[in-house]
């Protein structure tokens, strides 16, 4: 019983650092981004908001 318990809570932990991983990495690719590609992504998109 004790073993069970054991790969349990080591799939847990794993569950955890992959759930961390993949939010790093969704962080990374935000900050990627500049002040200025994120205004003229906003001022392209407005400009598409504005035609239809």
Known sequence: MRSIWKWVGL???AGVVAGGALVARDQRKRNA????????????????????
């Open 11 to 13: 799939a847990g932990v």
């Open 33 to 52: 981004y500049t002040a200025d590609d994120i205004r003229a992504r906003l001022h392209k998109r407005l400009e598409e908001a504005d035609r239809a």
